[in-house]
């Protein structure tokens, strides 16, 4: 476990800890384990520490499609997860749509300001004036009864039941090759959103980048390959590979940008 762990970075070792916490309990309660909403690395980070074996199963599920953020049972593999295992709700936002344009950032607002926890709601979905949200079962009355004006607009919500309701998002990683002096954060956004490296610093101070989904307030952060890299305003992107050094010893950095579909 020490040789796994040494892998990831510091400030993951409290949620790994966790995750340890999590597969303990399964196998001395003999009974699955579901996770509050977990983003993709937190997940990749779950498949990594505990694995798929012969005592436990890992299986995931956000409500939609191809989930950002996803549920997790962990199981004893006797278990047959159903849909309804995962305890999730789809809600539909109703609102004045001909007077008001609501954005993903006023939802999520709109969400954290009733005190929700962000492990307790998933992906914000919106195809034109269409808003889908996904929360957990055990909160979808509190959620219901308390999100009745985003922004100043006045909403409500029904819950879809029906799959075949459901937003489909299609999102394309597409890929383009840079050559950078090095992997320091300042430097890759510097480069990728064809900025001066003062604004690239200026924008991590400010709080609007994170690095796998996290805050990342630190300019000489050191990305890595597999890293989802999102700044507010501009847009996020994924570290695919290094593909060597140029002869002036530069890096040659492939990356892939997130495009919706």
């Excluded at 090095?182 to 959103?193: K, P």
Aim: hydrophobic content about 40%; overall charge neutral; charged content about 30%.
């Amino acid at each position: 476990m020490e040789h796994l762990i040494q892998h990831f970075r510091k400030d993951e070792q409290p949620f790994i800890e966790k995750v340890i916490g999590w597969q303990r309990e399964v196998e001395d309660r003999f009974a699955p384990k579901l996770t509050d909403y977990l983003d993709p690395r937190e997940r990749f980070i779950v498949n990594s520490v505990i694995g798929q074996s012969n005592e436990i199963k890992i299986v995931a599920d956000g409500g939609f499609l191809d989930a950002e953020r996803q549920r997790m049972l962990i199981a004893p593999n006797y278990f047959e997860p159903t849909k309804e295992d995962f305890q999730i709700s789809i809600f539909s936002v109703n609102y004045p749509s001909k007077f008001v344009n609501l954005k993903h950032p006023d939802i999520l607002g709109a969400l954290l300001s009733i005190g929700l926890n962000r492990g307790k709601f998933g992906d914000i979905h919106i195809d034109g004036d269409t808003i889908q949200i996904s929360v957990a079962q055990e909160i979808e009355e509190y959620v219901a009864m308390n999100l009745t004006s985003i922004g100043k607009a006045k909403v409500q919500l029904e819950k879809v039941d029906e799959e075949s309701k459901l937003i489909k998002m299609v999102q394309e990683w597409v890929s383009k090759s840079y050559t950078i002096s090095s992997m320091r954060l300042d430097t890759v956004l510097a480069s990728i959103f064809n900025v001066s490296r003062q604004k690239s610093q200026n924008l991590i101070n400010a709080d609007k980048v994170k690095v796998n989904w996290t805050i990342i307030d630190d300019t000489s952060f050191e990305l890595q390959e597999g890293d989802i890299v999102s700044v507010r305003g501009l847009g996020r992107v994924k570290i695919l590979m290094t593909e060597g050094r140029t002869k002036k010893d530069k890096i040659r950095l492939q990356i892939g940008r997130l495009e919706q579909k």
